[in-house]
């Protein structure tokens, strides 16, 4: 069966949203990754993450539980092994889809009004102390 790859320099938002709707597996290949919100959009898209191990793709991904994580080495037989299998495929689709709601925005905001609170309580006590 032949695959059939595509680049996109710098598509719009619209196109993006198109093209990870339409896609099988994201391939990202990356030495370092701040956070990587495009992992978020791929499987928020229903599609399946196939990653090098960097500080996003470990943090995002999970560990691995959402996007499959491989080395170098192995990265073009994972994408192999992505397109011909429909259950992994669903198996990470699913993982993903559950690990997009840890990055809602109630989560997110969540989380900082907790940091902040810490981030008081910390300082108040320290305050009392000196």
């Not at 959402?66 to 990265?75: I, K, S, Y």
Request: glycine share 8%.
């Amino acid at each position: 069966e032949a695959y059939h790859v595509r680049w996109f320099a710098r598509p719009s938002d619209e196109e993006l949203s198109e093209l990870y709707s339409r896609a099988w597996v994201l391939a990202a290949p990356s030495l370092y990754e701040g956070f990587g919100v495009y992992y978020l959009e791929s499987m928020a898209s229903e599609t399946m993450v196939v990653a090098t191990p960097n500080p996003g793709s470990n943090y995002v991904l999970d560990q691995g539980r959402a996007g499959r994580l491989v080395q170098d080495a192995d990265f073009g037989e994972a994408i192999s092994e992505a397109l011909e299998s429909p259950e992994m495929r669903a198996d990470y689709v699913a993982r993903g889809l559950e690990r997009v709601g840890d990055f809602s925005w109630e989560k997110v905001v969540e989380d900082h009004v907790r940091a902040y609170e810490l981030a008081i309580e910390r300082w108040s006590r320290g305050a009392r102390a000196g």
